[in-house]
């Protein structure tokens, strides 16, 4: 069983509906997730990054964390197509000057149809 | 200017050449790493690094090697390229913090 697991897609939706992107985990280390995202033929960047479980909420974008399944979610409300992208979820078993490793999912394509 | 360059952006070579993949930042971070992306696996660590002094293996280092020639600079070099290599390369920075900041990647052919 890979650490992480997400489902590749490719995710289409109709603009303007609500986006479900998840991932699993079976590591019970993990304490810090991430999620990028990543435009074609451009590399990954930092969209949402959470430590506790619960919501957090930026704009448009909402990351879940529920560590007690294991489960962490992003949604992106109002979808456009400017969100059409890869996004990767990742996660690290410790934060700041003694953590070194990222853990990623395998990303979800998505594509926003106008 | 782009705070974490990548050079080339683009190349095709072929099997048994050394290839070296060039990494460069203006962000002043300690930290430097490589990935590899492939379709259906994701980004893998190949190689990290904490300064200059300091060069760790990652999941996949076998048929790789690194040069850290200064805070700046962080080198992948592949020795002897193989097929199986061909895939989207990353080089990525940290700060003391979580983020880590990608590069816009190099494109390796390997025929």
């Known amino acids: 069983q890979k650490e992480v697991e997400q489902d590749p897609g490719p995710l289409s939706v109709p603009e303007g509906a609500i986006v479900s992107l998840n991932c699993t985990y079976s590591n019970s280390a993990f304490q810090y997730f991430m999620w990028y995202r990543q435009y074609s033929r451009k590399g990954p960047e930092l969209l949402m990054y959470t430590y506790s479980s619960g919501n957090k909420e930026d704009g448009r974008f909402t990351a879940q964390v529920d560590k007690s399944s294991k489960y962490i979610s992003l949604f992106i409300r109002d979808s456009q197509p400017s969100d059409s992208a890869t996004y990767l979820c990742?996660?690290?078993?410790?934060?700041?000057?003694?953590?070194?490793?990222?853990?990623f999912g395998k990303g979800t394509k998505l594509s926003v149809i106008p | 200017d782009a705070d974490v360059t990548q050079t080339p952006r683009n190349r095709i070579t072929k099997t048994g050449k050394r290839i070296m993949l060039e990494c460069s930042q203006t962000?002043?971070?300690?930290?430097m790493y490589w990935y590899r992306q492939d379709p259906g696996l994701g980004l893998r660590l190949i190689y990290y690094s904490f300064d200059v002094k300091d060069i760790n293996k990652g999941e996949i280092s076998d048929g790789y090697s690194v040069s850290r020639q200064a805070q700046a600079k962080f080198s992948l070099s592949l020795e002897s390229a193989i097929p199986n290599q061909t895939a989207l390369y990353f080089c990525?920075?940290?700060?003391?913090?979580?983020?880590?900041?990608f590069g816009p990647g190099t494109r390796l052919t390997v025929l």
């Open positions: 962000k002043g971070h300690d930290r």
């Open positions: 990525a920075t940290r700060s003391g913090g979580d983020t880590q900041y």
């Open positions: 990742a996660m690290s078993t410790s934060s700041g000057a003694g953590s070194y490793q990222l853990t």
